[in-house]
């Protein structure tokens, strides 16, 4: 528990720099949303003229822009990227700081197995990213009923906003495991970020080809909005493989922990 | 009975040398050193005791137990001091200090006051503002404040002002006199003289000498140098108990083993200009002990 207690301290103030930006960030795009579904045929007019590769990548789909549900699902993917890259960084730095900041000597010399201090690191990430999904969750729903005078599915824009979580936990499990897979990790940021942005860049690439296979590719790709609008569900292949995914990396990463030297400075 | 049994371990950083084959017992209560020069493997076998590494081959029990499987457990009885300290360095040296006793199952608030006042060591700065010393105060009272049974210090001088060193041996003598076991690695020959019972002595990750520190005083070396006024016969100096000569137009030079007073005879009977009795560095000694060996 002081372990758990000392780490989310730590993050602090990470947790509440990216849950003001996804807050921030949703709501200016909500606050969007009045003009662009009065102007929605102007836009979709505009749009056409894109071509229809790069309307792909960019994730528009111009039917349903001037419904609420459209319109965050098309906005949604500037989310998930920081979502994904706030995750990953927490991910990558949670186990490879004590190395970095050389404190791995302190820690664990403690009587402490080392299960015990990956289970209270992981649970302290774990809560920072819960509560940035909990404010963000809360700015979104109300700023889509305030923006939006039609009835829209409440359940269906929860499902597509719970997403986000996952795709933090998929990313969060990948840091993790990349932090322990890499010998000596000099910079968390460019490690983070360089992930996410491919990952991102394949997933802009797998909407041009709308290949179905290839969405494996990346995590961006695991959700497919369409798909939860129709069937107000989430594919279940897909799950499985973030399931999968998740409780394979966290495994991992517990047996190479435990196994590790822990190198002098 | 032993509080810490070495056997045979051996540790291989990939193709690198770690240690080689190092045993050695730590009875209760005794104060063991563990000497070497940079390099030896000092650390290497401390962090395997610790379970920071784990051996190649070979095992460890302290207290008994095995030091890898029942690490966790053994550790609440173990205060470690690492050879270079580094903390969270945003925290308060109070906060550090509360933390790091969370992880013992007592009250450890008075022992931290009381260890902080005799190493005159600030509570509210910032670990981030300290000088190297001051963070090496934070290490020993960290190492302390939940009264280990066993003190295992790796370098534990280095960086401290000799009046801090000195405080800080009498603290660890006090320790030691309320039966606490205490193992400490140091390049310093004179500081483990002072202090141990008994010495390991390693050198290229193996055990090359382990014995009484009164055994090791017997051979209580002495480096000398003299210069002269005139140049000497070569030889003038080459008697029993003699070793490493050098002689170079007015100075010379060399290791002295025995009884002090023959040797200062020797130099009362020649006219001198200046005279150098010092201890002679570790690297001296074992230059000393291979040669033995070889």
């Not at chain 1, 996410?196 to 179905?212: C, M």
Request: glycine share 6%; charged share 20%; proline share 2%.
């Amino acid at each position: 528990m002081n372990m758990f207690l000392h780490e989310l301290k730590a993050y602090k103030k990470s947790t509440i720099t990216w849950t003001l930006t996804l807050v921030g960030l949703i709501i200016l795009f909500l606050s969007m949303f009045p003009t662009i579904s009065e102007e929605a045929e102007a836009f979709k007019k505009l749009m056409e003229g894109f071509p229809e590769e790069i309307r792909l990548a960019l994730g528009l789909s111009v039917e349903n822009i001037g419904s609420i549900l459209g319109f965050y699902s098309y906005v949604f993917l500037y989310i998930s990227l920081f979502g994904a890259i706030q995750a990953m960084i927490l991910g990558v730095s949670i186990l490879s700081k004590e190395v970095r900041e050389k404190t791995a000597d302190f820690l664990l010399t403690k009587p402490v197995t080392r299960t015990q201090i990956v289970t209270s690191k992981l649970l302290a990430a774990f809560t920072s990213l819960l509560i940035t999904n909990v404010f963000y969750l809360g700015a979104a729903t109300m700023m889509a009923s305030l923006v939006e005078t039609k009835e829209y599915s409440t359940k269906i824009f929860f499902l597509l906003s719970l997403t986000l979580f996952f795709l933090q936990l998929f990313f969060l499990a990948l840091g993790i495991l990349v932090s322990l897979s890499v010998p000596k990790i000099k910079s968390v940021l460019s490690i983070s970020l360089g992930t996410v942005f491919a990952f991102f860049i394949i997933g802009a690439l797998v909407s041009t080809t709308g290949d179905e296979a290839i969405r494996y590719l990346t995590p961006f790709k695991y959700f497919d909005f369409a798909y939860i609008m129709q069937n107000s569900s989430y594919e279940s292949s897909f799950m499985m493989v973030t399931i999968a995914f998740i409780v394979i990396a966290i495994t991992a990463s517990y047996l190479i922990y435990s196994k590790r030297d822990i190198h002098a400075v | 009975m032993n509080v810490i049994e070495i056997n045979n371990l051996t540790k291989n950083y990939g193709k690198e040398r770690g240690i080689i084959d190092v045993s050695f017992n730590v009875e209760e209560k005794e104060i063991f050193g563990f000497i070497g020069p940079n390099g030896a493997g000092k650390s290497t076998t401390l962090r395997t005791l610790l379970a920071l590494i784990y051996p190649t081959s070979g095992s460890a029990k302290i207290f008994g137990k095995d030091c890898i499987k029942y690490g966790p457990e053994i550790k609440k009885e173990i205060g470690y001091l690492p050879s270079e300290v580094f903390y969270y360095d945003k925290m308060k040296v109070i906060d550090l200090l509360k933390y790091s006793a969370s992880f013992y199952k007592k009250d450890c608030s008075k022992r931290i006051s009381e260890l902080a006042d005799a190493m005159d060591l600030n509570l509210n700065k910032k670990i981030d503002d300290l000088s190297f010393g001051n963070k090496k105060k934070v290490g020993i009272v960290q190492g302390l404040l939940h009264e280990p049974k066993l003190i295992i210090l790796d370098e534990p001088t280095s960086g401290l002002d000799p009046l801090m060193q000195q405080k800080f041996f009498e603290l660890l003598q006090e320790e030691n006199k309320k039966g606490a076991t205490i193992l400490f690695s140091s390049h310093i020959l004179g500081e483990v003289q002072r202090m141990c019972n008994r010495v390991a002595i390693i050198k290229e990750g193996r055990i090359i000498q382990l014995e009484k520190i009164s055994a090791l005083q017997e051979n209580n070396y002495k480096k000398i140098r003299v210069q002269t006024t005139v140049k000497l016969d070569e030889n003038y100096f080459n008697i029993d108990g003699v070793s490493n000569l050098v002689v170079s137009q007015n100075m010379i030079s060399f290791l002295f083993k025995g009884n002090i007073n023959s040797i200062m005879k020797k130099i009362s009977e020649i006219e001198i200009i200046n005279v150098w009795v010092e201890e002679p560095d570790l690297e001296e000694i074992f230059l000393h002990f291979y040669e033995k060996g070889a």
